[in-house]
């Protein structure tokens, strides 16, 4: 099948965009408003974009809490969302009033960041901290404005459970990472097998 996009003439019951590019990893993203209110939502329009220096970004689909905080403190953290996390990492999307920390909703402890100010999950296998680089409002390929906005931050601390290191590697499979599909739907990371580049790639 083909449709074109202006139309979205599929003929599904749902929109399959979002099951088409999936699995997506999920940023579960920790910030702080300006009078020190935490906050924590996930995004799996999220992604690493470099690596070295490393630079994640994450779009949010209107101007949400997260994007708001991080334009006014600059700072935020990607924490990685594993299965025994996937519960809570929900429930933290719930839209709750402004001020009301989704960590106390969610039941989940908070850890100190070391170089950013807003804290991280301190259950998660791995953590980002990041500085913000910019934030952008999405537009068509017309220049029509979209009201999306991608975050971009420089990751300038990685925080990493000991024991998903296996032979020297962070071990996704130990981590038991969840990645965002279409639908309802989510990924588990339960098996990996290896592919070498071809030499001078
Ligand atoms: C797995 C998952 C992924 C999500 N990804 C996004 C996303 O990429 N962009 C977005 O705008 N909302 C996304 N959401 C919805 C937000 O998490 C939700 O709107 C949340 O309340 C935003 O919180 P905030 O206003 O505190 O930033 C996602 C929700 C879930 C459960």
Not at 79 to 101: F, Q
Not at 123 to 129: D, H, K, V
Request: hydrophobic share 40%; glycine share 8%; aromatic share 8%.
């Amino acid at each position: 099948m083909f449709y074109d996009t202006e139309t979205n003439g599929h003929g599904l019951p749902h929109d399959p965009i979002k099951a088409i590019v999936a699995p997506r990893p999920i940023g579960w993203v920790s910030s702080l408003g300006p009078d020190g209110a935490v906050n924590l939502a996930p995004y799996s329009y999220f992604n690493i974009f470099a690596s070295n220096p490393p630079i994640v970004g994450f779009s949010s689909e209107g101007l949400k809490d997260s994007v708001s905080f991080i334009a006014q403190t600059k700072e935020f953290v990607c924490n990685l969302v594993s299965w025994d996390l996937r519960d809570a990492m929900n429930a933290t999307s719930a839209p709750l009033p402004r001020g009301e920390s989704e960590f106390v909703h969610a039941g989940l402890e908070t850890a100190p960041s070391r170089l950013v100010a807003p804290p991280r999950v301190k259950a998660s296998p791995a953590s980002l901290e990041c500085r913000l680089v910019s934030i952008q409002e999405l537009t068509t390929a017309d220049g029509r404005k979209l009201d999306r906005w991608l975050v971009l931050g420089h990751v300038v601390g990685v925080h990493i459970d000991e024991s998903c290191i296996v032979n020297g590697r962070f071990d996704i499979t130990t981590a038991k990472t969840i990645a965002r599909c279409g639908y309802a739907d989510y990924v588990v990371a339960d098996k990996v097998f290896s592919i070498t580049r071809p030499r001078g790639a």
